[in-house]
Structures are given as C-alpha cells and as structure tokens.
C-alpha cells in the first residue's frame, strides 16, 4: 500500500460520535480509520461518548484490527451521547446545577494527546458544537449524521435509509394481519420536526394515511379516508404517523414533556391517541405498534453502509486537504464539502407540495 | 397425479379460519385444498371470516389455483374474526344486544352447500367450538392455532416462530443502539397468559431480564439486575416484557380493560409502565418499543410453513379416516393426533422451574 | 377523490413490462393504474408478456383492485420476456426461422382496443422499441428498468438497490463461515457489462476483491492481495466478481455462448474458474456461491418501491402531458424526463478512477 | 449470583468447535462458558482451530467478557477445521506425507494447561474424536453440529434451522423471478448423504421438484413433472437439489473429486448439470443458483440460538454431573444425554416413505 503525498502536517486526527446513534456510524468510523491509515499514514484515536471523551480524556487508539467486521454491525464502537457540550458543561457546586464552558480544557487535552485535527460525526447540535470548535482554530470537519434526514446541507444521511426500511418492514407485517382481521393499524414512527421516515416508509408500504408534522391533519378527514375504503371492500386501512405530526387546530397530540435526563423532548403516545379517536370514529378495531428505538437499531443497510463509508472517506481527505471547517454531504449522486456553517442553519422539512407527497397522493395516500 | 383409494363417504369439505390470524394459516389452507383435490379427489370450500362465513353462507370455492403463491404469505385468505359463535351468537332484539344459538341453522346451511365435513383452524375458542359441532354430529376435524404457542395438546402450534422470530430480530436491533448509548431498552411482546414468546425470544436475542406471567417480578430486583451489569461495566440492559407479566405483589401492572369489540381483555402500556420504574430507580434512560400486532404479520418462517403443511395434510387425512373430534398435534418429531375433547381443556403455561427457565438463568438471564 | 383538469385527449393507456424482471416492477404497473385512474380518470390495460402481449391481443383491463397488495412483491403481474420484437418478430416459414416487421398489426392492434398511448416499462432493448413506435407516431413514455444500473440516462434504476442488498446480505453470511474456517470465498454476481453491483455489494459486504467489467485484473494481483491479508493474520477473503469481469490479458474469462433461446448472452462459471486459480496460487482452500437470478428476485427494499412509484406516476403525467417519446429518470433527488432518444445511446460503466472506485481503494479494496 | 453446590472436582474445562462451521456455534460457546463461570465457578479455555489447538497449546482463556455480544453471530470465536485429527496427525517425514498418533501429547498439553474435563463441538468426524479420548480417560461430553441434520442421535441440531431458512428465502425470490419470466429455477443444496436440507427448505419454498439422495431421480420423471404443470398453465417450475442427489441409474451426476486440502469429498456441480438436461428434455429456459457456503454463514435463527444455548448449558451440567462420554441430544422437547457411542455410529437420512415425503407429495412435490 502506497500512501498518497501531502503537503499537511496534520499526523494524528480524533474521531468521535456525537447525539443518538445511527445504523452507519460504525461504516464512518472503519472509513475513517482506514481511509486516515492507509490513504496518508496517519494516526487515529477515537473520543468515547462524544464530546465527552475529549473532556474527560477518555479514547482508545484506533487501528485497523480494532475497526475489523465493524461495518455490518448498528450503533457505535466508540458510543455515544446527547450530553457533555464542552461549551456548556452540567456541573453541580454547592448542590446547585449550572453550566460551565471547558472548551479550553478539551482544547488542552487534544493538545496533549498530539491531535490535529477532528473528524466530528453528529447531529445539528454535535455539529453546532464542532464549528464552535473550528472557530476556536481546531482544524475540524463535521460527518452528517441525523436519523430523521432533516439536515439540509445534504441530500441524505446515512441511518435513514435503514430507519425507513425497519419501518417500511413492519408495515408489509402489519398489512397481512390488518387484511385478515379487519383492523385499522397503527404504526408510530419517528419524526418530531420532520417527516421522513413516515413518508417513505408510508409510501414504501402502502400505507393508506401518512401523518406528517409538516401537514396539520384532522381525525375526521383520516375517518373519513378509512370509511371510503371500506365502502370499497376494504376492510382495513394502515395509518403511519409521525411522532410530532400535528392537528390542524394548532393543539398538540400529545404534551411534550421536557425530560430531566437531556433529551429534550420526549413525545411518544401519540400513536395510541390516534388510534382511540380513530376507533371511535370509525367503530372498527384498531392496533397501535411504537417502533421506537427499532428504528435506530440494526444492521444497516448497503445504502448506508455504502453512503457511511464515503462519506468517512471523503472526511479524511478533507483533513488532510486542509478544507477546515466543512462537512461532507451528498449533492445528487456526489459526496461533496460545504461549510460548516451553512449546514447547521437550516432544517430540512418536507414539502407539503413537493412530487413525493403528490406521487402519494396520487397512489392514494391521504395525509390526513 | 393417482388418488388415494379411500372408503369415505366424503364428497366436500368445508375449511375456515378463526380466532386472531397467525403466520402460517395460509400454509394450512394451501396443504388442506391441495391434499384433498390431489389425494383424495375430493372438492373444498373456504367459509369467509371464520364461523361467520357458515352462518352467512359467505364462502369461495377453493381449487389449487386459488391457494397457488399463497405459501409465503401472512395473514389468511379466508378472513378471520374473534366474533360470530354459532352457539353464542349476538344479535339486537328491541336495541337489546343478546345472544342467541344459531347452531341449527349453520348445520342446515352445511347441508345445503353439500358439505360433509369442516376443518376447522383455530385457538381454544375456535375449538371450542369445533367441538360443539361434533358433539351436534357434523365430522369436524381441528388444526390448532395459537400464536403464544400455549396449548397443552400439542408441542408447537404454527405461528409462534414467527412471532418469536421477529420479537429476536426486535431485541438485536435494540441491543445495538442500548449498548451505543447506555440506555436501558424494554421490548414488550405478546402472552397474556402465557410466556413462551418473552422467554423463547428473550433467550435468542440475549436479554438481560425476562418477565412472564408465570414468574411474579418486583421493580426492585429487574433494578438489582440492572445496576449489577452497570457495575460490571454494562451500561445498558434489554428487558423482555409479556403484555401478561405480574408483580409479585399480585397487583395488575395495568388494568386490564373489558372491550366492547369483542376481544376480551386489552392490556397494553406494561411495558411503558415498567420502564417509567426502571427509570426512576436505577436513573438511567429508558426506551420502549411495543410490538403489538407486528408479531401476527409477515410472512412465516421455513418453520411455519412446514408445520402448517404438515397439519393440513393430516387434518384431511383425519377427515377422510373417519376420526371425526380429533386435532392434529405435533408430539415430539410427529405430526399426531388427539381427541378435542382433550386438546381445548388446558392451558400450556411456562414452568417456572422448567429447563429452559433454567438454562436462561444459566446464562444470566433475570426473570425479576 | 377529485380529477384533475387535464386536457389530453388520452382515454385509455396501455402498460407493458419487457426483457428481464427486475424488483419494483409491480410497484410502477401500480402507480401507472392508481394514478392514471385516480389522477385522470382514465381506462387502463395491461399487456401479458412484454410486446407479445400488443402482438397476440393478449391483455388485462387493469382496475385498483388488480394491483391492490402488489406493492411488496418482486416480479411483475404482467409477465415479461426478452422476446419478441414487433419491428424483428421471429416467424417459422417453409421450415426456417426468419424475422418480419409485424408492428403495423401491432399498431392496428392498439386502435382496435382504443388504446391511445403506452407506458412501457423495460431496459435497453424494449425502450429502443419504444422509441420505434414513438417515431411511428404512438404516444409513449418509457421507464428505465436494468437492474444492472447501466443506463446513462437516468442516476438510479429501480431493482438495483434489491439486487445489490441481495449480495451485500450473500457477502455478510460468507463473512462468518470464511473468517471461521480460514477459506477464500468467491461471490459471483451480476454484471455483463457494467460492474455495478459487484462494485456496490462489495463495498457494502466490506469484500477484500472487486472484480468489474471495467477494470481488468489479474490472477496474480489478486493472490498477492489475498497473501498479504493472511500475513496480517487474516486468513480469509472474500472475493466478489462480476460475471463479466475481464481478464488484463484481453483473455476472456470464460466464453460468451450465444443462446439459443434468445438470450444474447449467457456467461456463468467466471466464479469457479477464478475460484480454481486462486487455490492453485495461493494455496488455501476456496469456495465458490453463484447468486445468479437471486438477484432479480424477492421483495423489492424501501428504495425500489418508491422509487417504482415515482416513475409510474410521473409516466402518467407524461402522457396526460403529451410529452410524449420521453423517459422518466432520476436526476439527483427528483425525477424527471429525457428524451427516449437520448436515453438508449449510451451505457453507464463505472468510472475506474472515479470517487467510488478511490473510495473503495482508500477502505482497502483491491481491484485485483 | 450464587454457584450451585457441587461435588465435581472439575476447576477447569476447555471447550473446541470442529469440522465445518455452523450457525449457532457461538450460542453454545457462550453458554458453555457463562454457564460454567456463573453456576459452577469454573474457569473455562477455549481452543484455537478445534483438535489443532490442544496440540499446539494455542488457547485463550475465555470470560464472560470474551463471550459478550457474540450470540447473534454466524461462525465460531473459536475457529475450527477439518484438519489435525490428534489420533491421525499429519506430518512431512522426509518429504513424504504420513500420519502419527499425537493423542498422549495433546493429554499431556491439556494436563500442562490443567484441564479436567473438554466440551467438544462437533460433527461426526469430531464426536468420533471425542470418543477417543474419553477411551483414553479424558473426562469428555459432545455437542452435535452437523448442518446437514444427519445425526441420527439428536432429533434437531443447531445450525439446520438457519441453513433451510436461507435455503427457503432463497427459493422465495427464485419464484418472482421464475413467474414473471416463465423459466425453470434450479437450487443446488447442501446435503451430500442426506437431504434434510433440501426436503425442508423445498416444502418451505413450495417447490415443484426435490431431488435427493435417499429417493433416486430420472430426468424423464423431472421433465413430466414440469411438462404437467405447463399443461395446466404454470409456465415455471422450482427445482430444488441436494447436492448428493443420485440418479435411479445408480449413475453419479457428478464425479465425487477426492480433494486434497482435507475436505474428502467435494461435489458440486450438480445444479447445473441437471439445469442443462431440464433446458433439453422441456426447451423451457433454466436459470441456476448454488448457494454453497451461504447455507452455512449469517447470523443463526432465534430457533438455533436458543438450541445452541440449551445445549451449551447441559453440557456443562453433564461434566459437572460426572457423565463422561455422553454426548447432548434434543429429544422431543427436552435435552437429554446419550452416549457418545451410539451417537457416532449412524447416519440419520429421509425415509423416503416417511410422513414428510408424504406430505409433500400430497401438496404436488414431484421427487423426480
């Protein structure tokens, strides 16, 4: 194996895994270390627990042998965490809660560990945290990573296509037995602010209501979608629903609930509210699954196996190319950079209006 | 294709399907159809939505074109309801609901249609009721059915590796992003009174506790269990929840609700429950995923198929013998058969200090 | 369910699905009828078996309720065939085999049933007919079908992502049996021309050889990569090749056979002619699988679903349209439409030293 | 956790996988070594590559730890070979090739490591091991593996649920395929004495044709099979084929090769030898798919994991109970010991007038 030749002093980079975890996470890892090893002689150490591996000095070495039949395999072998933003640390003093920015310390402790350069793969808010860094002069780039596919800066994430296949699986489940019995199910899927998945796998499976947070909905216009069908025979109807789709009136399905232990908003039973009103509405049986966590788990996909290692790829070399301050995305069939700071700025919601509700609609599909 | 010599007097028989659908009933129509034509020459009638479908005369004629692609897949093609008992058959006399028997005139609607015998697939209630049809003189021979596998008469019953296949795949996508993330993961499954799906797929997909109804649990020693994997460097844990599972206390986990549709008891939400408790005593995060009819759906393993073309084919047999009231069965490595008299009288519950309850324990496994 | 204010004068369409099967062909011939009923209120008509169908009259009125539940499954309910070309119709005179032009008849044909324009579904070779009508003055629309992805025209094709999860699967489940057992494993796939698949699959399943139409190799680099892998203490490898994967020396691997049976091409047992070299080079033991038509077959993934849907229902909109003589295509992430014209003159190969191929060389894969 | 009281002198066990790979092999490990740690508080060694590493003293020790994760994992931790029989050792004398009787060593290397008692892994070949070391007086219990379900002493083993599985999705997807394209689908299977294999997965998939070496074939009756069935319109057929399939002639397909690297007998070849005969006798075109090692690869069945994990934890319990030279079997229900003895000395094949054949053939299955 040849190494390619650079001009960059960069010798050893840190990678890390930041916010829930995505099946893919691990393919941008192996990439990464292989890729940094192979490609340009580098050296690799990977944070534990996100951002707080950098704080608290916690890493391994990372070598090819350590990375070796990872990529067929969900969640992440440096694990990972919502918490522990080194510009805004949770401490307690004198039993009270508060704050502190250890941004400096992290920045001290990548120093004495002879880091370079960071490979940051999170979220908006890991990537927040990542551009923060790079303003402070860490030579940084950012590794989309968002199960709900809502960053804009990219056209897609890698965890998305196994998310929506996970989900889009248990609707073809659901599909036999709500034909045998004459059930209107249920399926809630993730989603708070943005409707992908619910999309998708509801056009995936043949769903015949999608609830989505970006198309406010009525119970009585999905009753009455149901109540159509079953004057045309069919005595079932699948519902997937959104976990943040919301009413036309403006009410919330469910009440957020701000959670202690920092995942902000946990929504969760809005699936079985629906399921009641819809019951009541249309007197027919109904069933509600809660994929919940499924969706983050498994084996992941080829797509984003595939999309995961390009991307880690793509990481290393802009490193060494000294493209600080970017992100890897996926513009059509490309894996480009853009900066850093124009990824973080925008959610990607879907379209109300756009050609995949309207190629649902025209399969359809009521939204309800 | 050479038929059978056989002494019956049989012509015609009449198949229907009852009770919740399970993978693998298309496989027993399929083999019950395509055994009687080819073996026996004898010509088939699928009733529509279980016993309904004699009381209605609602039926298909069934030849091999129409079982033809059938095998693969879930659900029923006959339909299939908890409601509609010809011996307790519910009708509104005056806007009074009240029950009628109705059993003499589905008798006369099989002698109308030509049929001279039924097999009848179905769970306890099912037959239940095949029995009483017996006992009235009509030649009935019955397939059991019962996806939590909780029927004494037989060993299996097709349908339960399906759901406790995916109830296995369940727990390894959860164990991927709980390891990743330090979270505690609750998978609630089917068995109301049973637990062979918690326990079977707590065992395969390697759950840390397993809760059934046969073993009462206390939130304090699922906890125990959690916090000695915590500090055994294990900061997640995956606990496997039948819908039936009972505190120790003899107190309900959650009210079990009478429905008015007909399905007896709705559980539901133990596993929420349960994971609110763990939550608050070992403070980590927890997550639910609740399966729901996701274990009825898809379509039925290698396993189920078989089993279920096994028992079709041994119905037909049984029918064409003459040995009227009797189940097929699997015993051991055989496909039997016993009286039905004996086969609905007895509930198959998990024994508690059993072999596999005990090889679960060997391996680490917590029943709470 | 209101209509669209169109004003096409198209009534009826005819829908046709030609050469090899691929998966999401049911998803499209779905979108086709749900759309163009739903949508515009037209008639539509399913032709049996490719072109044939439109030669010998042979046809379904095609309502929702034919393509209701066709969806998850793989084939296509219309039959097809790589036969039977209107413009080069195979005909037996006197004895010998010889080839008219019968597409007036065929056209005739389509008056007769009041068909007033197509939507033909199919690769290369049926879309290069399409075109012909087209020019004959039939309004039509095309949708791009090759499973092997080697069409320039549009990014994606439908099925490719099926048959690329196929033989990443094949490649995971050889991953444990090669590593357990110290063996070469070889994978054959499809790919005549183009090495998609095998270029896809293998980065997905993490194979250690890749072996494409587009990059010719040699035996010896081949071993020589398995060699250094066994003295890293890997003592396995899994080589994935492309059926029409080409020696450097020009040397065709195995001889193309022309086939009787109107399949131009049949290659085959390029895996266990390699699989035998690398034994006798390397010394350790190989096996061989050769997934063969696996990969068209089975339950198309999320991705080919709607993706499938897209392009039905953007044909149908085509046509109402009157942009007739185009394709549908997927151009990044939105589907759009390109001249027939244009889209059956070139073939999509993969770039040697394009982002994929370095991609898959920076993660450690050998081109061989 | 508390240790059951026991009066075994037994401190430290090893534990070996020999012969071919099977899925399941890591659920029996891990509860060989969870169970001897956690109920016995033994320590427990793993052997490298099965006999191999008791006569290379290459070993690792084996905690919960190493065994953590492992269970929904194809192959062994261990490795494992058909090589290096301690009792037939191969060795190069004067560049001459001989065998040597290595069996006092190997106890001398298991005394060294302070072994008391071994769990060996295995299939005939290594149970026949096994049994010559508890002659020896090694304190020794055996867990049947064998793929294929040939073992005559154990009702199921672990590794035949997973291998049908994949044999019958396979069989699932060659139908799309077949159907939409009208052409016979050969399956080549594993199963060179006996066609457990190919019988199950056949019924499984709904196969037309199964071929197997316990009921001889004739091309003649195969082509019939599938001229029958073209008369009545179904223009595909599925033929399925163990590998040992044998013609009634008493003529093999294909020449058994004497293989040198070990593997005593490799076949293969038979689907398409037979491919080329259906494609002359019926003109209709045959496709062929040879799964090969893909049987024996992936991640085991919850059916596989949970008979691996029974079976793991009786064998320990028989070591500890002092049953020497038995071996673990499923009978029935239950798991139960049988002497190493009687389990090694019969092959268990199809009875070819069985009740399973029966079956099949009632539900249209030609066995040529």
């Given at each position: 194996m040849s190494l390619n030749k650079i001009n960059s002093n960069i010798k050893k980079i840190g990678v890390l895994t930041g916010g829930g975890d995505a099946p893919g996470l691990n393919a941008v890892i192996r990439a990464v270390v292989k890729s940094a090893i192979r490609q340009y002689g580098l050296e690799v150490v990977g944070f534990i627990n996100g951002f707080s591996g950098i704080i608290h000095k916690d890493y391994r070495e990372l070598t090819e042998a350590n990375v070796?039949?990872?990529?067929?395999?969900?969640?992440?072998?440096l694990g990972t965490t919502n918490?522990?933003?080194?510009?805004r640390y949770a401490v307690e003093i004198n039993g009270e809660k508060t704050f502190q920015d250890v941004s400096d310390q992290a920045i001290e402790n990548l120093k004495d560990l002879g880091i370079d350069a960071l490979a940051i793969i999170g979220g908006d808010g890991s990537l927040a945290i990542a551009y923060e860094f790079y303003k402070k002069g860490i030579p940084v780039v950012g590794i989309p990573k968002t199960i709900d596919n809502d960053l804009s800066a990219t056209d897609v994430t890698f965890g998305f296509d196994t998310a929506l296949t996970t989900a889009s699986e248990a609707i073809d489940k659901l599909h036999t037995t709500a034909e045998s019995h004459h059930r209107v199910m249920i399926l809630e899927v993730m989603g708070?602010?943005?409707?992908w998945i619910a999309l998708h796998a509801g056009i995936a499976g043949g769903a015949d209501v999608i609830l989505l947070p970006e198309k406010p909905f009525t119970i009585e216009r999905i009753c009455a979608k149901i109540q159509e069908r079953s004057n045309m025979g069919k005595k079932f109807s699948i519902v997937v629903v959104a976990e943040g789709a919301k009413l036309e009136s403006g009410e919330m399905v469910v009440q957020r609930m701000v959670h202690e232990s920092h995942d902000p908003v946990r929504l969760g039973g809005i699936g079985n509210r629906i399921g009641e009103d819809i019951e009541r509405c249309t007197g027919m049986e109904t069933r509600v699954t809660v994929l919940g966590h499924l969706q983050r788990g498994g084996s992941p996909t080829a797509y984003d196996r595939i999309l995961g290692t390009r991307f880690g790829v793509k990481a290393v070399e802009l490193l060494v190319d000294g493209k600080y301050g970017h992100m890897v995305a996926l513009k059509g069939a490309e894996v480009q950079e853009v900066t850093l700071d124009s990824a973080i700025s925008q959610l990607k919601q879907v379209d109300p209006h756009g050609e995949l509700v309207r190629a649902a609609e025209a399969v359809g599909v009521s939204f309800g």
């Open positions: 070796s039949g990872i990529l067929p395999r969900g969640g992440t072998i918490r522990d933003n080194p510009f708070r602010y943005a409707g």
